[in-house]
């Protein structure tokens, strides 16, 4: 089957250029389809979502060509549209092109130019299709790295960057150590329309008060002793992108007025500058802090809180959302598998059980090391137990059998219930947990609380014994 031919929409109310287009383009294969005012070029765009280029007069009768551009823009964001004009005018292709047209040519057309601009149109075009299918292959359904979870706090995570992903909104998010706020970050920067621009990182707790200015800003030559020549800040090299400012709340309270310039103007001034240098950014800022209590105490900046906080997303500690950890204990288990090159093809029974129980103050984070070191430690590809540091299979231990409380449970059991004397891990949770759950007429909240475990960790191992019915 021959590929489909590429096709441009031409916007023009001159006829005999739109004819003059027409014959250049169709001789070497393309299809052209023709609008002669700004109404029927928006409805041929609206309708038709697989144009390839527009080639849109700037001035039309009855609209503006720059409106129209990004009412074009709004429906089909990554279309290449070339700006035509008749006046040679700077100012208005310089208008056109902050505003997201593809080039600009002068009418009429030179008909090599013309072509080679809808070569490099068809081809950006091409590599935006390639992305969003590598993306598509790589993450979730609309392109961005893919969360892993399916607990009703992680649903709600992903609706939020499915949100705000394709906005300009600054975010800001809030979350313990370890809780995975650099992959919300990268998921919101795939979604969004600056995908193909840089993503900027930097860490505001891990640099002193000057390095960081000068890092998040740049300076010029001769600023310091030292500045032998310039050097653009993370700002600057976040040009188009998405700047990622980590640990906000650590930021100095001398720094934090400069930021909020920064992010206000979307200017900055490097260290020895006489002016201001303008920068096209997007902020997402994270902080494992409270910002409301640093902000009540004079600590943070409340202006620039409310800067950063255009949307806030809050990430769970893993602890509230024990149901996703058989699902993401064996995501990291086959990529860290991948990393050492060390076979992985299950888990042995026990294994999740201990992991479900622990308190994982470290977060995913601390997950990810523990599964790597029973990974890495095992001499089958069966993971067991045994692989786990003594502290999580202690945990483990306390959180299923706390003082008395397989007694107290067992107490209440009907007449003949069997409980063995040495049960298995599995067989003795069985049944502490119908004995619980009996003991406190059904109750889970008051179950959790007698076994000392969160309601959470219940309801996983109601599932896992098939329980959830009583």
Same mark, same amino acid.
């Given at each position: 089957?021959?590929?489909?031919?590429?096709?441009?929409? *031409?916007?023009?109310?001159?006829?005999?250029?739109?004819?003059?287009?027409?014959?250049?383009?169709?001789?070497?294969?393309? #299809?052209?389809? $023709?609008?002669?005012?700004?109404?029927?070029?928006?409805?041929?765009?609206?309708?038709?979502?697989?144009?390839?280029?527009?080639?849109?007069?700037?001035?039309?009768?009855?609209?503006?060509? !720059?409106?129209?551009?990004? $009412?074009?823009?709004?429906?089909?964001?990554?279309?290449?549209?070339?700006?035509?004009?008749?006046?040679?005018?700077?100012?208005?292709?310089?208008?056109?092109?902050?505003?997201?047209?593809?080039?600009?040519? #002068?009418?009429?057309?030179? &008909?090599?130019?013309?072509?080679?601009?809808?070569?490099?149109?068809?081809?950006?075009?091409?590599?935006?299709?390639?992305?969003?299918?590598?993306?598509?292959?790589?993450?979730?359904?609309?392109?961005?790295?893919?969360?892993?979870?399916?607990?009703?706090?992680?649903?709600?995570?992903?609706?939020?960057?499915?949100?705000?992903?394709?906005?300009?909104?600054?975010?800001?998010?809030?979350? $313990?150590?370890?809780?995975?706020?650099?992959?919300?970050?990268?998921? !919101?920067?795939?979604?969004?329309?600056?995908?193909?621009?840089?993503?900027?990182?930097? &860490?505001?707790?891990?640099?002193?008060?000057?390095? +960081?200015?000068?890092?998040?800003?740049?300076?010029?030559?001769?600023?310091?002793?030292?500045?032998?020549?310039?050097?653009?800040?993370?700002?600057?090299?976040?040009?188009?992108?998405?700047?990622?400012?980590?640990? *906000?709340?650590?930021?100095?309270?001398?720094?934090?007025?400069?930021?909020?310039?920064?992010?206000?103007?979307?200017?900055?001034?490097?260290?020895?500058?006489?002016?201001?240098?303008?920068?096209?950014?997007?902020? !997402?800022?994270?902080?494992?802090?409270?910002?409301?209590?640093?902000?009540?105490?004079?600590?943070?900046?409340?202006?620039?809180?409310?800067?950063?906080?255009?949307?806030?997303?809050?990430?769970?500690?893993?602890?509230?959302?024990?149901?996703?950890?058989?699902?993401?204990?064996?995501? +990291?288990?086959?990529?860290?598998?991948?990393? &050492?090159?060390?076979?992985?093809?299950?888990?042995?029974?026990?294994?999740?059980?201990?992991?479900? *129980?622990?308190?994982?103050?470290?977060?995913?984070? $601390?997950?990810?090391?523990?599964?790597?070191?029973?990974?890495?430690?095992?001499?089958?590809?069966?993971?067991?137990?045994?692989?786990?540091?003594?502290?999580?299979?202690?945990?483990?231990?306390?959180?299923?059998?706390?003082?008395?409380?397989?007694?107290?449970?067992?107490?209440?059991?009907? @007449?003949?219930? &069997?409980?063995?004397?040495?049960?298995?891990?599995?067989?003795?949770?069985?049944?502490?947990?119908?004995?619980?759950?009996?003991?406190?007429?059904?109750?889970?909240?008051?179950?959790?609380?007698?076994?000392?475990?969160?309601? @959470?960790?219940?309801?996983?191992?109601?599932?896992?014994?098939?329980?959830?019915?009583?």
């Amino acid at each position: 089957m021959s590929p489909a031919k590429p096709i441009v929409l *031409v916007i023009d109310d001159e006829p005999g250029h739109r004819l003059m287009v027409r014959a250049v383009l169709e001789d070497v294969g393309w #299809t052209v389809l $023709e609008a002669s005012d700004g109404a029927e070029g928006l409805k041929i765009c609206q309708k038709r979502s697989n144009l390839d280029a527009v080639l849109l007069d700037i001035r039309l009768p009855d609209r503006d060509g !720059i409106d129209l551009l990004q $009412e074009m823009k709004a429906v089909h964001p990554h279309l290449p549209v070339i700006m035509l004009t008749a006046f040679g005018s700077v100012g208005s292709a310089v208008e056109a092109m902050k505003l997201g047209a593809f080039d600009y040519m #002068t009418k009429p057309a030179d &008909n090599e130019e013309l072509k080679a601009v809808l070569l490099k149109a068809r081809e950006y075009l091409g590599l935006v299709r390639e992305n969003q299918d590598l993306r598509r292959a790589l993450g979730g359904e609309d392109g961005s790295p893919r969360l892993v979870g399916q607990s009703p706090a992680m649903h709600r995570v992903g609706e939020l960057i499915r949100q705000v992903g394709p906005t300009e909104a600054t975010v800001l998010i809030l979350g $313990e150590s370890g809780t995975g706020k650099e992959l919300v970050v990268k998921a !919101i920067h795939a979604a969004s329309l600056r995908h193909a621009g840089p993503l900027v990182e930097i &860490n505001c707790a891990a640099l002193p008060g000057e390095l +960081l200015e000068s890092e998040l800003f740049g300076y010029v030559k001769g600023a310091f002793t030292g500045a032998v020549s310039n050097k653009p800040g993370r700002f600057q090299l976040a040009e188009k992108g998405t700047l990622f400012l980590d640990e *906000v709340g650590d930021m100095p309270p001398a720094l934090q007025a400069k930021l909020l310039r920064a992010v206000q103007e979307r200017t900055v001034e490097p260290l020895g500058a006489t002016q201001s240098v303008q920068v096209d950014v997007r902020i !997402i800022a994270a902080t494992h802090q409270n910002l409301p209590e640093l902000v009540s105490s004079g600590v943070f900046r409340e202006d620039l809180y409310f800067r950063l906080n255009v949307l806030e997303i809050k990430l769970p500690p893993l602890r509230d959302r024990i149901e996703d950890l058989p699902l993401l204990t064996r995501h +990291l288990l086959h990529k860290l598998s991948l990393k &050492n090159r060390k076979p992985f093809r299950d888990v042995a029974p026990g294994f999740l059980e201990a992991l479900a *129980v622990y308190r994982w103050p470290g977060n995913v984070r $601390e997950l990810e090391n523990v599964l790597e070191r029973a990974l890495i430690l095992a001499r089958s590809d069966m993971l067991t137990r045994d692989l786990l540091p003594d502290h999580i299979r202690e945990a483990g231990s306390s959180a299923l059998f706390p003082a008395g409380a397989l007694q107290k449970t067992t107490s209440h059991l009907p @007449r003949g219930s &069997n409980v063995p004397a040495e049960p298995t891990f599995d067989t003795a949770e069985r049944h502490v947990l119908i004995a619980a759950l009996e003991a406190q007429g059904g109750h889970r909240g008051k179950t959790a609380e007698a076994l000392g475990i969160s309601r @959470r960790t219940l309801q996983y191992k109601l599932n896992k014994h098939g329980l959830t019915s009583r």
